[in-house]
């Protein structure tokens, strides 16, 4: 939108398809923006995950309002038909005190969800987590989070 260029939704779906179906065990997608943010005039992240046959992972900013937000994401891909697999909390720098009971609130109020494989804590990794010179860092501060996701989930 910003560019004033069109989205070729059809494109996109055929190009990720054409990835998932070649040498890779996993093909991720990130829905920036989240599940109903538009990607153009007639479609949604959620349209593009229906199209694609995915199986989401919601992430979430743990602190106050994630268990609303999660819950709200869920009943959306929910009704639309979409897999939810799992679910990631992310730390923040600063914690505030919902972060003991999030994980556990969202765990009782979740629907049944087939194939459900969990609800997940990831690290703050810190200011500047997306700097190259910090990847060999943050992989160690992630290492177990992501074993653990990474083990249940795909």
Known sequence: MRKNEKINF????KRTKEAASGNHDIVLVEGVGGL???????NTMASFAKEIESHLIIVAQNRVGVINHVLLSVEAA????LS????????QEESD????????LIRMHMPNITNFKGIYDFP?????ADNPKLISNNVLKAEKALEKISGAVF
């Open 10 to 13: 059809n494109e996109i779906v």
């Open 78 to 81: 929910v009704s639309r038909g």
């Open 124 to 128: 703050w990794l810190g200011e500047g």
């Open 84 to 91: 939810v697999s799992s679910v990631i909390l992310m730390r």
């Open 97 to 104: 005190a919902s972060v003991a009971d999030n994980a556990e």
């Open 36 to 42: 109903l943010a538009p990607i153009s005039s007639k």
